[in-house]
Every structure is written in structure tokens, then in C-alpha cells.
T-cell receptor, first 113, second 114 residues
Framework: EPEVTQTPSHQVTQMGQEVILRCVPI?????FYWYRQILGQKVEFLVS????????KSEIFDDQFSVERPDGSNFTLKIRSTKLEDSAMYFC???????????FGPGTRLTVT | EDQVTQSPEALRLQEGESSSLNCSYT??????LFWYRQDPGKGPEFLFT???AGEEKEKERLKATLTKKESFLHITAPKPEDSATYLC???????????????FGKGTHLIIQP
């Protein structure tokens, strides 16, 4: 069964550094999403991406965040200058045309020190 | 602002003891309501989608129902492997079209004791 994959599984970085989180969505899916979950809190929407552009973004997704689909298979989230409060699990999700459900990857645990 | 409230926060059951989890929602226009299962340190795993009041979906020991204000996840004769956090999420009709993000509740942490 096709799955969303994410790399790395765990990333440790210093405050102020740039990080890139990578995702490979399910191959025939056209809608892509990033969410985050701070430890012990609920899953929060960051951004959605369709047809090579951002469709919707939350208040959390400020200028330090960006997304890109550099090729036909990868979908990335870049955080330009990490802060301590960016420490969280980051989940990528994808959805196919005509269906409502989003399928989530296993997540990348980002630790900012 | 879209809101999702789940209750109880935690539930401990004996194996075989049936119960229900509640998800109350406030949304300007509901595109869909989703149930996910999340195991510790893992991503949410899709269970059900419900689109309109009166709709029901069933899978093994789980059954999801939807009204205009809330959804229930009924678990019948649960087993220890059903232990997980169950998340409810809504997708509202918004400016992003079908690409709108999900609004999640905090989840119900379910423990099934043998």
C-alpha cells in the first residue's frame, strides 16, 4: 500500500539555523500539506499546496517558512531561522483528487537547541 | 473560527467493554469530518470520513456517526491493540477550496486493559 514518507525522522539544529524537511507524497496525489504537533498538543495546520502554489496557510506559517515541490516526487518545508518554539513533530500529508481524506507521513521530530 | 472539542480527554476500559468517544465541532460550513488514530511518536492514521448528518461508517470494532453538531466514535468489544489516541478533525468550506487544511481536536487517549 502506498505511503507518505518523510526524512529525516529526527533533526537536531541550533537556534538560528536553516532546516529543510523532506516529504515524498503518495504518487497519484495532487494536494499536499504540512502540519506540526508540539509535544502534548494538538495537530496544527501550516500550509496546503496544489498545482505548484500555496492554496492556504495558517497564521503559524509566517515569513520564516516556505514550501517547494522541487521535482515530481518531493515536497519540502524550509524553516529559515529556527527558534526554540519551532521544536515539534512536523507531518506531511497528501490527498488525491476527488477524495476528502488526507494521508499522513510518520513525521520528522525537529529539536531546536 | 473553527473549533473541535473531544471528550473525554482520556478513557480507560477493560477488554470487551464497549464505549463511545465524542467530537463536538463548530464550523462555518462543513466539508468533511475525519477520524484518525495516532500511536505514540507516529503520524495520524486515517480511519473514517463523514460528510453529512446521519451518515455512518464502520470498520471492524469501530463505528463513526455524524450529526449537525457532533460525531461519535463507537468502539465495540475493544482489544488491547485498540489502545491509541483517537483524533477528530474537520475540514471547513473556505477560500482554499478542496485544499483547506484540517482543524484537529486534542484527541481522546484510549487505554484498553487486558
Amino acid at each position: 500500500e502506498p505511503e507518505v514518507t518523510q526524512t529525516p525522522s529526527h533533526q537536531v539544529t541550533q537556534m538560528g539555523q536553516e532546516v529543510i524537511l523532506r516529504c515524498v507524497p503518495i504518487s497519484n496525489h495532487l494536494y499536499f500539506y504540512w502540519y506540526r504537533q508540539i509535544l502534548g498538543q494538538k495537530v496544527e495546520f501550516l500550509v496546503s499546496f496544489y498545482n505548484n502554489e500555496i492554496s492556504e496557510k495558517s497564521e503559524i506559517f509566517d515569513d520564516q517558512f516556505s514550501v517547494e515541490r522541487p521535482d515530481g516526487s518531493n515536497f519540502t518545508l524550509k524553516i529559515r531561522s529556527t527558534k526554540l518554539e519551532d521544536s515539534a513533530m512536523y507531518f506531511c500529508a497528501s490527498r488525491r483528487q476527488g477524495a476528502g481524506e488526507q494521508y499522513f507521513g510518520p513525521g520528522t521530530r525537529l529539536t531546536v537547541t | 473560527e473553527d473549533q473541535v472539542t473531544q471528550s473525554p480527554e482520556a478513557l480507560r476500559l477493560q477488554e470487551g467493554e464497549s464505549s463511545s468517544l465524542n467530537c463536538s465541532y463548530t464550523v462555518s460550513g462543513l466539508r468533511g469530518l475525519f477520524w484518525y488514530r495516532q500511536d505514540p511518536g507516529k503520524g495520524p492514521e486515517f480511519l473514517f470520513t463523514l460528510y453529512s448528518a446521519g451518515e455512518e461508517k464502520e470498520k471492524e470494532r469501530l463505528k463513526a456517526t455524524l450529526t449537525k453538531k457532533e460525531s461519535f466514535l463507537h468502539i465495540t468489544a475493544p482489544k488491547p491493540e485498540d489502545s491509541a489516541t483517537y483524533l477528530c478533525a474537520v475540514q471547513a468550506v473556505g477560500s482554499g477550496g478542496g485544499a483547506d487544511g484540517l482543524t484537529f481536536g486534542k484527541g481522546t487517549h484510549l487505554i484498553i486493559q487486558p
